[in-house]
């Protein structure tokens, strides 16, 4: 589910833009840290839980923006790779400025108290908090489907994917979409890192840790394809679960056998299309 | 080359062989890592600059190179003059294996595809504790007696890196190295004119992986032990910091580029360690908005450019 979320705003800042945004890790981890310093913050309400999940993805939004404009929109002509190598020093100094703000100790974000403990599912305890990220995840998937399918914007954001020189030869402001786009995406991230706060230790080294599986989940389903990364999210953490129980030395290993063997066999991955 | 660049090289060279009566060993220590660094960017530099290929996985070859070598003196027992010429050839070993299937790919999905077998690699050097040590690396694969102390060390490492870099040189002068430039100008016209351009990109990832490895051996041994971290991702992108720093299309690019990258490393990391990948991050970034062409470019040096496609 979190990877869904991070996966699925790669895609898409990578569909439009063509950027393969090494720093969505990174928003990712702030999106858990602003979590953490909300949850802090906030006086202890029922309702104050509720309100850091909406501001702290707001935040990393925020973010993603003033690095859209400030930075990648300079850079949008030249080699994809110069923005490959960009958006990495970006990882660095992400990194570097959250050690800085909140020191290098584990937080953790405590859960609300509705979902604090835990229901009986078949006989078996199951941490309520789970369950709303399991009702949570279909709710997002829906939703980003009624965005892309069933609205105008949704419909520039599929249209730009296919042929951008042609949207904005029919008068579209691409521009502008690129950033609304990133902001988007970075929002996703976001709210992935804020929403898998409470379930994990926020540390330092979250943001490498994510990345390189949702890399995996993007370029197993195909860059660009939304489909594609709910697809290959489930099947990236079924393999990471269940690989774990089974060849617990080498599941990583698994996971990057597996991508290695899309690229070679479809090198724009199961649901992506084929560029030329 | 221009007809005063021996002059140029010699001048350098005489300065690189006294400098140890002048300096303390720390600075021979920088010294030796500089080189070391230089070594690996180049190497990298002769896919990025000269093939057109970017390889987010280096640190790969760099790793089997150096684990290679410290194997090699700890568990075979092999001398270490033996064992270092022989570890670089685990790393293309591994970088044909690899290459293989990775120059079949193009621009981001090479670069990609690279970091997976980079993230491989890591994991069954971190995983395999009864061959590696795991987290805990190998330790104590010091050279032999002579060789043990900073000043000469340095020197056998000046040797060692200076012979990679005429081998270098002599492939990217080589009509083989014109053939990798017109590969990657364009491969299509590339293929017109019968170069077969997969085995081009194959032999120069392999030469690269092989060269990537003399470094990482020549690392190991200057360290003293080695670690999973000599393939891990942020390894990968030291070399390309450093010839994107020094600036891609010239040979010596990322020589210089390796001088500022360790010199900017020990004067920020020993402040300020906290700092450094901010101000690397920061310096990758400005680099990359401001300076296309790295400092070399910014010094309008056209002399050892590399001539696009002859």
């Known amino acids: 589910m979190f990877l869904f979320l991070v996966s699925v705003g790669m895609s898409l800042i990578f569909g439009v833009t063509r950027i393969v945004n090494l720093a969505h890790g990174s928003f990712y981890m702030v999106g858990a840290y602003l979590m953490v310093t909300l949850v802090e913050l906030l006086p202890e309400r029922p309702w104050s839980f509720w309100l850091a999940l909406l501001l702290a993805p707001l935040g990393v939004a925020l973010l993603g923006g003033l690095i859209e404009v400030g930075l990648l929109r300079l850079i949008y002509r030249r080699d994809p790779l110069m923005q490959l190598i960009l958006t990495f020093g970006l990882i660095l100094v992400i990194g570097t400025l959250v050690l800085i703000a909140w020191g290098p100790d584990n937080k953790s974000v405590s859960r609300p108290e509705v979902l604090a403990g835990s229901v009986r599912v078949f006989g078996q305890p199951f941490p309520s908090y789970y369950l709303l990220v399991l009702v949570l995840a279909p709710l997002v998937a829906l939703g980003l489907w009624l965005i892309f399918y069933r609205t105008r914007w949704g419909m520039l954001i599929r249209a730009a994917t296919v042929d951008r020189e042609m949207l904005g030869a029919l008068g579209v402001d691409v521009s502008a979409l690129y950033t609304q786009v990133f902001v988007f995406g970075s929002w996703l991230a976001g709210l992935g890192g804020a929403l898998a706060a409470p379930t994990v230790a926020v540390a330092m080294g979250m943001d490498g840790d994510v990345l390189t599986t949702a890399f995996v989940v993007v370029v197993i389903g195909g860059l660009g394809s939304f489909a594609g990364s709910f697809v290959s999210a489930l099947l990236v953490g079924l393999l990471q679960s269940f690989g774990i129980l089974v060849f617990p030395a080498i599941s990583i290993v698994l996971l990057f056998a597996l991508m290695a063997v899309v690229l070679v066999v479809r090198p724009w991955g199961l649901f992506g299309r084929a560029e030329e | ?310």
Request: proline residues 7%; charged residues 10%.
């Open chain 2, 1 to 310: 080359m221009t007809a005063h660049a021996p002059r140029v090289a010699g001048a350098i060279v005489l300065v690189l062989a006294l400098t140890p009566l002048a300096l303390p060993p720390f600075f021979l220590q920088l010294l030796t890592e500089i080189a070391i660094v230089g070594l690996f960017a180049t190497a990298f530099n002769l896919l990025m600059g000269f093939g057109g290929m970017v390889s987010f996985g280096h640190a790969a070859y760099f790793a089997l190179g150096a684990y290679a070598a410290a194997l090699l003196v700890k568990k075979a027992g092999v001398p270490m003059l033996l064992a270092l010429p022989v570890a670089p050839l685990v790393a293309a070993a591994g970088a044909l294996l690899f290459g293989f299937f990775i120059v079949r790919l193009t621009h981001t999905y090479f670069a990609m595809l690279s970091l997976a077998f980079a993230q491989i690699v890591f994991t069954v050097i971190f995983k395999w504790k009864t061959l590696t040590g795991g987290d805990d690396g190998l330790l104590d694969v010091w050279p032999p007696a002579p060789l043990k102390s900073p000043a000469t060390y340095y020197y056998f490492t000046l040797a060692v890196v200076g012979i990679c870099l005429l081998a270098l040189h002599a492939v990217v002068s080589s009509p083989f190295g014109y053939a990798l430039r017109a590969v990657r100008e364009s491969p299509r016209r590339a293929r017109f004119i019968g170069v077969d351009v997969r085995r081009h990109q194959l032999v120069a990832f392999v030469l690269s992986g092989f060269f990537s490895g003399v470094a990482g051996a020549l690392f190991a041994f200057y360290n003293g032990s080695v670690f999973p971290d000599f393939a891990y991702f942020p390894k990968s992108f030291e070399p390309l910091v450093v010839a994107l720093l020094g600036g891609v299309q010239s040979f010596f690019g990322p020589l210089a580029g390796a001088f500022g990258f360790k010199i900017l490393e020990w004067l920020i990391s020993r402040q300020w360690p906290v700092y450094w990948p901010l101000a690397l991050g920061g310096i990758v970034v400005l680099v990359i908005v401001v300076l296309p062409g790295g400092f070399v470019g910014l010094l309008g040096s056209r002399r050892w450019r590399a001539r696009p496609s002859a």
